[in-house]
């Protein structure tokens, strides 16, 4: 007798072994759940506060203090998450303004200049018109580190020499 049929059979039941691991009973987050009389996904109980959260909170909620790793953090973060429409210098002429993205008003403008460090941070928390929020994206404290950065280039187009640390201004004195 041909022992083909047999075969066939085997490799089947092989190829279902395949698959114990993918097709299992489970649950789905919000099928029903009897015993809870609900959904499977529970509610979390009143006043339930996530630890991630917290700790966001407490470094939202805290200016650090001013420092050259700050700023250099900063330097990196508005780099790679504000230059692209704001431009390198903060003026709003970014590659992606030159694009077609409505050009925002300069950092340089006198009412930005004048606006406190909490403006700068909520912006970057919550958006602001044709810009949207980047919450999700800058953790509070690079948001902090970022608006530190922006008040250097700022400070960048108004300082005098007389702002420069004596032993600083000797270097730039001295440079071609
Ligand atoms: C995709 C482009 C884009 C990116 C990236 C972007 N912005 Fe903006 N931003 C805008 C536009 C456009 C406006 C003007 C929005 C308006 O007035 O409708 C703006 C406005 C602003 C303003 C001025 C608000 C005012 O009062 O005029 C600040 C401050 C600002 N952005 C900070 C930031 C910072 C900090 C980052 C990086 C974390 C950032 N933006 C990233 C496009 C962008």
Known sequence: MSRLPLIVVLAALLADCDQNM?????????SRAPLFRGSVLRRPPENTIARDDLERENVAGTKPALSAELLARGRVRFGIFCSPCHGAGGDGTGIIV???MPRPTSYHD????????????????????????????VPPGARWAIVAYIRALQLSRHASLDDVPADERAKLENSP
Not at 112 to 117: P, Q
């Open 22 to 30: 993918d097709v299992q009973p489970r649950y789905g987050e919000y």
């Open 98 to 100: 030159q694009r077609g």
């Open 110 to 137: 006198d009412r930005l200049r004048a606006a406190d460090d909490q403006y700068f941070f909520d912006v970057i928390t919550n958006g602001h018109g044709a810009m949207y929020s980047y919450a999700s994206r």
